[in-house]
C-alpha cells in the first residue's frame, strides 16, 4: 500500500495558477501509474490527468488540455499537477491515486487515494 498526501490547494482568481503535490510513502511509488482527479460539490469525481511510472506518458481530460501539466519526481516520491489559466469551474476537491495499471487510472477506478485538497477559484 502506498500512502499519498496532497498539497498546495487554496484560493486563486480566475487566470491564476497553482501547484499541487501529491506525496507518496510506503511501497516503491515508482512501480506506480498515478492520476489526479477532482470531484466539485454535487458531481461525481472525474479524471484530470494521468502518468505512468516513469513519466514516459502523459494523459488529460479534454477540459485541461493545455492548461494543466502532470509530471512526477520519483527520487522524490512526488508527483504534481501544475495548474495554469484557472477558471472558476475549476473549483473542486483535487485527489491523487496510484495503481499498476494507467489504464485503470485513466479509468477512475484506482483504489489507492489520497485524502484530498480543496482548490478553489473565484471569479
Known amino acids: 500500500q502506498v500512502q499519498l498526501v496532497e498539497s498546495g490547494g487554496g484560493l486563486v482568481q480566475a487566470g491564476g495558477s497553482l501547484r499541487l503535490s501529491c506525496a507518496a510513502s510506503?511501497?516503491?511509488?515508482?512501480?506506480?501509474?498515478m492520476g489526479w482527479f477532482r470531484q466539485a460539490p454535487g458531481k461525481e469525481r472525474e479524471f484530470v490527468a494521468g502518468?505512468?511510472?516513469?513519466?514516459?506518458?502523459?494523459y488529460y481530460a479534454d477540459f485541461v488540455k493545455g492548461r494543466f501539466t502532470i509530471s512526477r519526481d520519483n527520487a522524490k516520491n512526488t508527483a504534481y499537477l501544475q495548474m495554469n489559466s484557472l477558471k472558476p469551474e475549476d473549483t473542486a476537491v483535487y485527489y491523487c491515486?496510484?495503481?499498476?495499471?494507467?489504464?485503470?487510472?485513466?479509468?477512475?477506478?484506482?483504489?489507492?487515494w489520497g485524502q484530498g485538497t480543496q482548490v478553489t477559484v473565484s471569479s
Open positions: 491515486a496510484v495503481d499498476i495499471s494507467v489504464a485503470v487510472i485513466r479509468s477512475g477506478a484506482p483504489t489507492n
Open positions: 510506503g511501497r516503491t511509488f515508482s512501480s506506480y501509474a
Open positions: 502518468i505512468t511510472w516513469n513519466g514516459g506518458r502523459t
